[in-house]
């Protein structure tokens, strides 16, 4: 049989994969020196800090929801149980904030494994019973008792914690959960997860472990906001059960991914500042309609191009694929 | 005098209990025939509620009148915005996942919409019929020598509960006595199969929107009779009950809505008056986990493969 | 006892009251194409998904190699090296070609740059390796069938399951198909191949049974089966 094919597109392929990573990783020395001369500079603080945050979530949320199709609408759970792990370890155990980020992130994986039982569930099922857990969770933190969380005005972290440190640890958080991300996408992990996504049950009859790649998928995703949610109440110095398991935070996340791009790497990124970033700019131009806009331009993302950005990107435009992760 | 409680919780229960099934009926169509997550239920029954809020308010137009008004106003909204919504959705990969974020998306303009027009206050509805309460029980000296204990409802609610009954035996005549309403349950079974025999889907569709919308304003009006206030940011909560009670019912089952909204609202009304607040909010929760955990198709749903 | 790659044993399913393939029995022989043919409905693919555990079936035996892998899951069951295609193909549309071939092969020791090769080999066979960067969606039906067999062909079980490969696929890729299935024979590998279509498995098989309302009716060669008056009754109706 002739070979269909010239050698020349045969090292096309591979020096695409070169091109494609040599781009990622230079884009994220680039994300971590702009963010981290910001204070030097005596930039948006907060700004920066929280579309870091968001991308974070983002990208988070992508390890599940874009490489296995699982939503899981209560993703706030792990934000919230990150921000109070850090709070309790922080103002009742005593715990240095530097130790206490590491525990939220145990924390946050434990209950990631707690809850992976979930995972049997489809569809909408997953999705209600994932959102219901956050509101269960952050009900039971309102009743504890108030010496340990603080009851339903929360706790107060401003006097032990620099504000200053909060920000690079999530700087080093998000450059963490970008390499994840890279290096997923790029692994036999991220390929099953793949797999799974498209269609389930024929990864399952070609050998891919379905249950066991979800469950790694779903750790991951747990990690990271809980990280995120601590680092958060850092920033603040402060944290209470209504903002901490603030359903907007699950829909936002999920927003600021979608319009990316579930399932690439650059998609949440894009997606997170692209939107963080109109969403600011509108609510300088309009601060009254500012949630209006917020819902028109994502309805109009899904309508139009439900793949996120760089989805539709790439579909409309298959050669793009050698340059974006 | 805990009896009176009882009882207070009970009644509550079942008042606000149909409302729930109510609720959870019309989301229902949504999700059983269009398979569509509508995050913005809950303020389609707050636009419900703000309509007879002006109506009352500012023309002083009776809630019970308001009631027809919305039902044919809001079937042609969602009529309407079925096509421009919901036909393209289906290029997504993932519809479900897809119409979540794009009803959230016209939650969060719906919301603000309202809050521009009436502020993020809670508004009230001044209104009620004459005699206010109903005396329904005395217990004697329930609160001590002397001092009786009376069971007392607002008019009001009972007059809601009463026209939710009928909307409910209307409701369940429509589904399984009327063609459309059977083409609808047909769709919920298997949507591929009723555009096989011959039933335009869009048509069918656009129908069942217009429905939902309809059926959710009228529980915005109904609202308004057991809750005499509004608030433009209660909408998530009302959502958030529509997917538990249809999980509790069954996905797409008809019936079940039905009783397990009533269900959910006796333990919630019962709870709420034994329990700290809370609590008995996580109460809720904890029954919609265990039964999906336990009995994935609902309480009273049949079994179905998959 | 002969050598058998593959052996069913009174093999139930039932879908409620519908008994779907009833006390089935064969033997897939090692090296040997075996193949099942019926009209739809007749319980095809349910068998087959019965064998590969996408199915929990309700009684009798499934022994894979010597291994009793009766309902166990489908990943175990793959990967003692029995691969599939499905009917409606069943690719991974938002996955590159490559990728979609590095499926099967994940748990290999194998590097991902040998890996690589490998499938780019594989999707040669099947003349699909210039679309080797394009995602599965942008396949034809008749492409993607091929990205199925040489998903299989990466994979290089013992036992393949075949069903419905000929199936909506134009005659070109049809040659193509035919004489992938032939070369792996020679290899050595073992077929199950399912087909409502008799030309073409006429031609492959070694051996037939005609499976009809779950039931097993009649077993043999081709020239047996073709000349089984059964068979014909089942085919023509009664």
Redo the contacts between chains.
């Keep these: 049989m002739q070979r269909s094919s010239s050698p020349e597109i045969e090292i096309d392929t591979r020096r695409a994969d070169t091109v494609r990573r040599t781009l990622w990783y230079g884009l994220v020395v680039v994300i971590l020196i702009w963010c981290a001369v910001i204070p030097v500079f005596d930039g948006n603080l907060s700004l920066y800090f929280a579309m870091m945050m968001w991308v974070t979530l983002a990208t988070g949320l992508n390890f599940i929801a874009g490489f296995t199709?699982y939503?899981p609408?209560g993703y706030v759970a792990f934000y919230g149980i990150g921000a109070y792990a850090t709070g309790i370890a922080v103002k009742v155990l005593g715990m240095s904030v530097y130790l206490a980020i590491p525990f939220a992130g145990v924390v946050g994986v434990l209950f990631g494994l707690l809850i992976a039982?979930t995972l049997r569930?489809?569809?909408?099922?997953f999705?209600?019973?994932s959102?219901?857990?956050a509101?269960?969770c952050q009900?039971?933190i309102?009743?504890m008792p108030e010496e340990v969380t603080g009851g339903s005005l929360g706790l107060n972290l401003g006097v032990v914690t620099v504000r200053e440190h909060g920000y690079y640890a999530m700087l080093l958080i998000l450059v963490a959960a970008l390499l994840t991300a890279s290096w997923l996408a790029r692994s036999r992990l991220g390929k099953a997860l793949k797999a799974i996504r498209d269609d389930a049950e024929a990864a399952e009859a070609l050998g891919v472990n379905v249950t066991r790649s979800r469950l790694y998928a779903w750790l991951l995703a747990t990690l990271f906001p809980a990280l995120a949610g601590g680092t958060q109440a850092w920033f603040t110095g402060a944290l209470d059960p209504q903002t901490a398991f603030d359903?907007l935070v699950t829909?936002k996340t999920?927003?600021y991914a979608?319009a990316g791009g579930l399932g690439t790497v650059l998609g949440p990124l894009v997606g997170t500042v692209v939107l963080v970033w109109v969403d600011e700019l509108i609510w300088r131009a309009f601060p009254?309609?500012?949630?209006?806009l917020?819902?028109?331009?994502?309805?109009a993302l899904?309508?139009?191009a439900?793949?996120g950005l760089i989805g539709s990107l790439t579909r409309r435009y298959p050669r793009l694929r050698r340059y974006i992760m | 005098m805990n009896s009176v409680l009882l009882i207070n919780g009970l009644i509550g229960g079942v008042v606000f209990g149909a409302i729930y099934a109510l609720i959870g009926s019309s989301l229902n169509v949504l999700?059983g025939v269009l398979r569509i997550?509508n995050f913005a239920h809950g303020e389609f029954i707050l636009a419900g509620g703000f309509l007879t809020y002006v109506l009352l308010t500012y023309f002083g137009i009776n809630p019970l009148v308001a009631l027809p008004f919305a039902a044919v106003l809001f079937f042609a909204v969602g009529y309407v915005l079925y096509y421009l919504?919901i036909p393209?959705?289906a290029?997504?990969?993932?519809p479900?996942?897809?119409s979540?974020?794009?009803m959230?998306?016209?939650?969060?303009?719906i919301?603000?919409?309202l809050t521009?027009i009436f502020e993020a206050d809670v508004r009230p509805i001044n209104f009620s019929f004459d005699p206010i309460n109903v005396l329904l029980y005395t217990v004697e000296n329930g609160y001590g020598e002397g001092r009786d204990a009376k069971v007392l409802v607002p008019t009001a609610r009972l007059v809601a509960l009463a026209i939710n009954a009928l909307i409910i035996v209307a409701l369940t005549w429509f589904f399984y006595r009327t063609l459309p309403g059977k083409a609808m349950r047909a769709a919920i079974m298997n949507r591929e199969a009723v555009q096989i025999v011959g039933i335009d889907i869009h048509r069918l569709s656009a129908t069942a929107f217009g429905l939902a919308a309809s059926l959710a304003a009228v529980t915005g009006v109904l609202l308004t009779l057991v809750v005499p206030s509004i608030d433009p940011n209660g909408g998530?909560d009302l959502t958030?009950i529509g997917?538990?009670v249809i999980?509790l019912g069954g996905?797409g089952h008809p019936v079940g809505a039905l009783a397990a909204g009533i269900i959910f609202g006796l333990v919630e009304q019962v709870s709420n008056v034994m329990l700290?607040q809370?609590?008995a909010?996580?109460l809720g929760?904890?029954i919609?986990?265990a039964v999906?955990?336990f009995k994935?198709s609902g309480l009273f749903g049949l079994e179905r493969?998959? | 006892m002969t050598d058998a790659i593959l052996s069913v044993d009174g093999l139930v399913k039932r879908?409620g009251g519908l008994v779907a393939v009833n006390e089935v029995s064969f033997d897939v022989p090692r090296g040997l194409i075996v193949g099942l043919i019926g009209i739809n409905g007749a319980g095809k693919t349910t068998l087959m998904n019965c064998v590969n555990g996408i199915y929990h079936s309700d009684g009798g035996r499934v022994v894979v190699d010597g291994h009793d892998m009766t309902n166990h899951k489908p990943h175990e069951i793959a990967s003692l090296g029995v691969g599939r295609t499905f009917q409606i193909p069943r690719i991974f549309h938002?996955m590159t070609l490559i990728e979609n071939l590095m499926v099967p092969v994940l748990g290999s020791e194998k590097s991902d740059a040998e890996l690589t090769d490998m499938a780019e080999a594989c999707l040669d066979r099947v003349d699909l390796y210039p679309l080797r960067g394009n995602n599965g969606e942008e396949l034809s039906g008749g492409q993607q069938k091929l990205l199925e067999l040489a998903r299989v062909l990466m994979f290089d079980p013992a036992l393949i399951l075949l069903d419905e490969p000929f199936a909506g696929v134009n005659p070109s890729l049809c040659r193509i198909m035919i004489q992938q299935i032939e070369k792996m024979k020679q290899d050595g590998k073992s077929f199950l191949l399912v087909s409502h279509d008799l030309t073409s498995i006429y031609r492959l098989s070694d051996q037939i049974s005609v499976l009809n309302q779950g039931e097993i009716i009649a077993s043999g060669t081709v020239e047996t089966i073709q000349s089984d008056p059964a068979v014909i009754e089942a085919y023509l109706g009664n």
């Design positions: 199709g939503m609408f039982p569930l489809s569809g909408i099922y999705a209600i019973v959102l219901s857990l509101i269960i009900r039971a309102a009743l359903v829909a999920v927003i979608m009254v309609l500012n949630n209006f917020l819902g028109a331009i994502i309805a899904i309508l139009f439900p793949r | 999700v997550i919504l393209r959705l290029h997504s990969d993932e479900e996942t897809a979540f974020l794009l959230f998306g016209v939650s969060l303009m919301v603000s919409v521009w998530a958030l997917f538990i999980a996905l700290p809370a609590a909010q996580m929760f904890m919609l986990v999906i955990f994935p493969g998959r | 879908f938002r």
